[in-house]
């Protein structure tokens, strides 16, 4: 076992607080990060409040990880110390299947979390990127291309590959108008890969506020939700929209916006069940559909269109002990996009 510094939270509603946890020592083919940056994701603030009711304390979240490789195991090919790397959602998967499934892994049964999960074969917690090193399964580990600055791409281990995941399965691309319901930490990196990836896009936000920031990171059109008329204006537009949002919404308002096949596309989960009128989908033939992250293999490519396209988070970079006025900030929608710790101020 090794020692490592960390915040973790101790109980439910209670903020992060300075915390030393146990990692395990590197066996074979595991990896040892050097955590440099750890991205806030709303996840973090439900998870620690037990929002969800399978919280584990004590808890170290953080799911949004870069740093630098700083060991390596013996039977590790993939990677060597001094190497750029992200470790994302999950760090281990399909525990429960008789082979990983590579394309779909982030569906299939034994998902392990990067923190608030247990270890395969054992009873030890695992612990997030609110920490100064983590030791990950060399499968599980992503390469970060070297034009992609280490802090601003934390935020797309969670938050990009949420979206870029939806916007390939439902094949966004030129000819396809898409929208994308929300202009927060996942909505604005939902524009800039949208955009890249050559659709038309729509930012659906329920007011104007954000409108100059839609544009400028790729939006071609921006209307406000809170305008009744917008629905009367879009109906029949999309080919696809894409919900960041957690709050309960008019569904059926929204899936009238969908042309003949459209797609609306669920990322945020409301508390509520969702009312939906058959009427409202069965004559368009619209669907209506849910997505969440994506597999190791899509992560590592999203990361490559990332580069490509030079495509990072928009982020506001804090202190780790920061973090409660940040989970508080998040919470009021007060970050432009998305909150991302220097490690450093831990050490």
């Known amino acids: 076992m090794t020692t490592a510094k960390a915040y ?71 990677f060597k110390v001094g190497d750029r790397v992200g470790v994302g959602v999950f760090v281990d998967s399909c525990t429960a299947c008789a082979e990983r499934d590579r394309e779909l892994e982030q569906y299939r049964p034994g998902l392990i979390g990067t923190y608030n999960a247990i270890e395969p074969g054992s009873d030890l917690p695992t612990y997030g990127g609110y920490s100064d090193h983590i030791v990950v399964k060399e499968g599980y580990v992503l390469s970060i291309p070297d034009n992609l600055p280490l802090d ?27 929208a994308i319901v929300g202009m927060g930490g996942l909505g604005h990196i939902g524009v800039k890969l949208a955009h890249a990836m050559g659709a038309e896009v729509t930012v659906l936000s329920q007011t104007l506020a954000k409108q100059e920031d839609g544009l400028r990171l790729g939006a071609d059109h921006y209307f406000a939700t809170a305008d009744s008329t ?61 997505s969440m992250i994506g597999s190791i293999k899509e992560t590592q490519e999203m990361l490559e269109f990332c580069s490509q396209h030079n495509i990072v988070s928009e982020i506001e970079l804090i202190d780790i002990d920061q973090l409660e006025e940040a989970y508080e900030r998040v919470q009021k929608s007060d970050v432009r996009y998305r909150f991302v710790i220097d490690m450093a101020s831990l050490r």
């Open 152 to 178: 601003a791409t934390a935020p797309l281990l969670c938050a990009g590959i949420t979206l870029y995941s939806p916007l390939r399965h439902w094949k966004a691309g030129p000819g396809k108008r898409v």
């Open 230 to 290: 917008t629905f009367e204006t879009l109906a029949g537009t999309f080919d696809l929209i894409v919900s960041t949002v957690s709050a309960a919404m008019d569904w059926n308002a929204y899936l009238g916006l969908l042309a003949i096949d459209g797609a609306l596309v669920l990322l945020g989960a409301p508390a509520e069940p969702v009312p939906v009128s058959a009427f409202a989908i069965v004559p368009q033939r619209r669907t209506l559909a849910g």
């Open 8 to 78: 973790a939270v101790s109980a439910a509603r209670m903020p992060p607080r300075p915390f030393t946890i146990e990692r395990r020592a590197p066996r074979e083919d595991d990896v040892v990060v050097d955590i440099k940056y750890c991205g806030v994701c709303h996840t973090d603030i439900h998870l620690a409040a037990n929002d969800w009711g399978n919280a584990i304390y004590p808890m170290v979240p953080g799911h949004e990880i870069t740093g630098i490789v700083s060991a390596v195991g013996g039977s590790v090919t993939r």
